[in-house]
């Protein structure tokens, strides 16, 4: 069965420091790849997506995120955290086997001190 | 932009009531998706459709079901509300061209039942 692990549920960081969040996913086939971001009282914004290629990609806000396949995980990253990134982030994942459907994360809700 | 409206951002009902969620989408997006998002429980599919008149059950349909008479409307609805459906209900919408697009979300409709 497929599944995404988001390992961290909350995680606190100082303003300007870097930021890692966690996502692995269990696949059999090539997945597509997905990072969104939910402010609070909003919905899902993408942030970023993997399809094939190159396997760090760039999103918005300064995201970034690396595919590994060898430890099936896709973590998003960013360089220096600003107070308006606190928020929760999810990883999404679709397959060729799924059709559209997307499997998400159970989220890592992200807190900014200052 | 892709825009994903839900017709309401709070709404409360009472158990046992008929309870109808509407969202409308302007892109043009054959698949459409009803999701509902519980704290760490991330978002589980209760149902999506491909095209118009078609539905599919996701992974939790119980005590829902859907209409989309129209391509850029698709509703949710819970036949009987039980207190047990409060929750935050969110509506997204793809393009058909394939597995890896992404899915554009509304802004969530907080329902609460009483």
């Known amino acids: 069965a497929q599944s995404v692990t988001q390992p961290d549920i909350h995680i606190t960081v100082s303003e300007g420091a870097s930021l890692e969040l966690r996502c692995n996913y269990s696949y059999g086939a090539t997945p597509y790849l997905f990072w969104y971001v939910q402010s609070p009282g909003q919905g899902l914004q993408l942030l970023l997506k993997y399809f094939s290629g190159d396997t760090l990609v760039q999103g918005i806000k300064g995201f970034e995120a690396e595919f590994k396949r060898s430890q099936s995980s896709f973590n998003l990253r960013k360089p220096s955290v600003h107070w308006s990134d606190a928020a929760e982030y999810f990883c999404?994942?679709?397959?060729?086997?799924?059709?559209?459907?997307?499997?998400f994360g159970t989220g890592t809700s992200l807190t900014v001190i200052p | 932009d892709v825009k994903v409206t839900q017709s309401s951002r709070y709404l409360v009902k009472r158990t046992g009531e008929k309870v109808f969620l509407e969202c409308v989408q302007d892109?043009?997006?054959?698949?459409m998706f009803w999701y509902r998002q519980d704290p760490g429980l991330g978002l589980r599919l209760i149902y999506f459709?491909?095209?118009?008149?078609m539905k599919e059950k996701g992974d939790i349909p119980e005590g829902y079901s859907v209409s989309r008479e129209k391509k850029e409307r698709f509703s949710l609805i819970l036949e009987s509300a039980s207190t047990n459906q409060t929750s935050m209900y969110l509506c997204?919408?793809?393009w058909g061209g394939g597995s890896n697009q992404p899915q554009h979300f509304g802004d969530g409709t907080r329902l609460s039942i009483l």
């Open positions: 999404a994942v679709v397959s060729l086997n799924t059709g559209n459907q997307f499997y």
């Open positions: 459709s491909y095209d118009v008149k």
């Open positions: 997204a919408s793809s």
């Open positions: 892109m043009d997006h054959e698949n």
